[in-house]
């Protein structure tokens, strides 16, 4: 069964370790370049960071801001490690989002409007059991991502991957719910579906 995860930034990383995978210019005119297997070690330690804090096959995480950060890659790909499906909100309605499709967690960037919204409204969540933020400073009530990240074991792949899986939601006026295999047919221009095709056709990630 395919896995984005395994089947794709793994292979990168055990085929061309050196290669450059993504590229990131910073607001400081940095370029910072995160090669095949540093992808593959991040996305690793992402993974097992989100699933010691209850992330597991299944369970729906909302991604919020975080189109201008490198570490949607690394999200991205820990996410479908983990087997879980990865929900993007197009309405940017947070609270409606995570009870309309059951969202266990939020992964959110510290400067998005999300996280005003779902920090004053915390009590109206009925299925989030965690907040985390990327980026610093950490909002009151959030998890940091990258201290969560900083003493993180190896993290031990899979050894069942989901079958008929739901990999990626798109909630807008109607909720478009997409298999294991959305990947591999990706069209749209969205952040995430540049990433997958570049990881796909083994280019480089240019954001």
């Not at 993007?88 to 967690?105: I, R, T």
């Not at 009151?140 to 900083?150: F, I, N, P, Q």
């Amino acid at each position: 069964m395919f896995n984005f995860g395994y089947d794709i930034i793994d292979r990168r990383a055990a085929e061309f370790p050196n290669e450059i995978a993504v590229k990131y210019l910073t607001d400081n005119d940095f370029t910072l370049k995160i090669s095949n297997a540093d992808l593959h070690h991040h996305s690793d330690i992402t993974a097992y960071f989100l699933q010691r804090i209850g992330v597991k096959a299944g369970s729906r995480v909302l991604l919020c801001g975080l189109e201008n950060w490198f570490e949607i890659t690394l999200i991205i790909s820990a996410l479908h490690k983990l087997c879980a499906t990865i929900v993007f909100d197009l309405l940017q309605k947070p609270v409606d989002c995570c009870n309309k499709l059951g969202v266990y967690a939020i992964i959110s960037a510290n400067n998005s409007p999300v996280i005003e919204q779902v920090t004053q409204n915390i009590d109206q969540l009925q299925t989030v059991e965690t907040l985390i933020s990327v980026g610093n400073p950490c909002p009151e009530k959030w998890l940091d991502l990258h201290a969560g990240t900083r003493f993180a074991k190896p993290f031990k792949p899979l050894q069942n991957i989901l079958q008929n899986q739901t990999s990626l939601i798109i909630f807008d006026e109607k909720a478009q719910f997409f298999d294991e295999n959305y990947p591999l047919f990706t069209k749209n221009n969205y952040i995430w579906d540049k990433f997958y095709r570049n990881m796909i056709e083994n280019k480089t990630f240019n954001f």
